[in-house]
């Protein structure tokens, strides 16, 4: 990184990274060259280990031998910055070549190999255990190049919050449950099941919202309400472990999905809970219709997709 070291005690030719151990292993350690080391021995490490100035992404970052990197330092050219995903994206793809090869090497079960998650996650442990050691930041610098030091140390803890948001918590969303346009009949019945499903699952504290064969007389009881517009009457009212607010607000998405704001199907929806859930046996339908879309203790979406997690456990 540094060429004209005529201000250190000892002079240094110039930081450069170990090819041979970059791509082999994929770990990225920049070593420094002094002047008084001879010719061959200052930039090949297969030769003399250097000192290590810098490892990881910062490593990475402040390797000369990169393209534009001096341009990617002023903020100009294709890249940038050093905050570029162009810079983000080369390391971490080529760091994770080898953990996956790492895990793929320790077992010989496809169903054992670790997930992009736990792949993400582990390459975060180490950059973060690289950069908690202050030695590997440049413990020995001209004060010309300090700016330059300052940039790369931003954008190596950038580069973990770059990691976490773009392969962390986006991996970690749920999907948006596929629902087709509206046809026919068919594929009413379709999209309810499909929402639906999440009664099959477990409450929060892990107990089963309701038995399969309740789930089940839900389903038939929708079909029915979506072939007939009427409610069928069931012999005995299910006692689900979700609270009220959850089974309410499930109907009144399930209504908006298959109909519209101003369809007359509201009350159908109201006098299927009432007629199928043991929670609503003192609740008068005029307040459930005031507070048919309320979740007023929690995040609708978010207790949506915990119990969805519990069934693809």
Not at 81 to 97: E, M
Not at 256 to 268: A, G, I, Q
Not at 269 to 276: L, M
Not at 291 to 311: A, H, Q, T
Request: glycine fraction near 4%; aromatic fraction near 12%; hydrophobic fraction near 35%.
């Amino acid at each position: 990184m540094i060429n004209d070291m005529r201000e250190s005690k000892r002079k240094w030719n110039e930081d450069s990274i170990n090819i041979n151990k970059y791509n082999e292993k994929g770990i990225a350690e920049l070593g420094r060259a002094y002047d008084d080391l001879p010719q061959k021995e200052k930039f090949d490490h297969s030769i003399t280990q250097l000192p290590i100035v810098a490892r990881g992404i910062t490593a990475f970052l402040a390797h000369t031998g990169m393209d534009s990197f001096r341009m990617a330092i002023l903020g100009i050219g294709f890249n940038k910055g050093l905050g570029s995903k162009v810079f983000f994206n080369k390391y971490y793809n080529h760091c994770k070549k080898f953990l996956i090869a790492r895990d793929r090497d320790s077992t010989y079960f496809e169903d054992e190999w670790k997930s992009e998650i736990e792949l993400a996650n582990e390459h975060l442990k180490n950059e973060n255990q690289i950069l908690s050691q202050p030695q590997l930041f440049y413990s020995e610098f001209l004060e010309s190049e300090r700016p330059n030091i300052e940039k790369i140390k931003k954008a190596a803890f950038k580069y973990l919050e770059w990691v976490k948001e773009t392969h962390i918590n986006e991996i970690e969303k749920e999907p948006e449950i596929p629902i087709p346009e509206l046809k026919d009949k068919t594929e009413l019945k379709y999209k309810a099941q499909n929402l639906l499903v999440v009664l099959s699952g477990c409450w929060i504290n892990n107990e089963k919202i309701m038995t399969d064969d309740e789930y089940k007389k839900v389903v038939r009881g929708i079909f029915c309400l979506i072939d007939s517009d009427r409610v069928e009457p069931i012999v005995k009212k299910i006692q689900s472990s979700a609270p009220q607010q959850f089974i309410r607000r499930l109907f009144w998405t399930l209504h908006e999905e298959l109909y519209s704001k101003r369809s007359t199907h509201k009350d159908c929806f109201i006098d299927f809970i009432i007629t199928y859930f043991e929670c609503f046996n003192n609740s008068e339908k005029k307040t459930i219709s005031n507070n048919f879309k309320e979740y007023r203790n929690g995040d609708f979406d978010k207790d949506y997709k915990k119990v969805l997690e519990s069934i693809k456990k």
